[in-house]
């Protein structure tokens, strides 16, 4: 059974700094899944945050550009979210995907992990 395990989210002060991890657990061949992270404050849809493929090449939301890293680490099967100069727009829950979509397909998430920006 694959589970996937957010941590590092918390409360932080605007213009600090957090790092959110996803650690990947099971029977899965991490290299070729893809890792994207995502954000949802309640009453709004998920939000796609970025992601990093199976390279290493990310992409990210306009939002967050320039602010936010992602990385990941196969030999660990986890994949981080650095934020940087975080601002308190940024306040939601982060989860983390797990995806492939050559075959066989799959998709895994994460349960969440809060993260709130606040004074």
């Known amino acids: 059974q694959v589970q996937v395990t957010e941590s590092g989210g918390g409360l932080v002060q605007p213009g600090e700094s957090l790092t959110l991890s996803c650690v990947v657990s099971?029977?899965?061949?991490?290299?070729?899944?893809?890792i994207a992270w995502y954000r949802q404050t309640p009453g709004k849809q998920r939000e796609l945050v970025g992601e990093?493929?199976?390279?290493?090449?990310?992409d990210y939301a306009d939002s967050v550009k320039g602010r936010f890293t992602i990385s990941r680490d196969n030999a660990k099967k986890m994949g981080n979210l650095q934020m940087n100069t975080l601002k308190p727009e940024d306040t939601a829950v982060y989860y983390c995907?797990?995806?492939?979509?050559?075959?066989?397909?799959?998709?895994?998430w994460g349960q969440g992990t809060q993260v709130t920006v606040s004074s």
């Open positions: 990093i493929s199976r390279r290493g090449a990310t």
């Open positions: 995907n797990a995806y492939r979509i050559d075959s066989p397909p799959a998709n895994f």
């Open positions: 099971g029977d899965i061949a991490f290299n070729y899944y893809r």
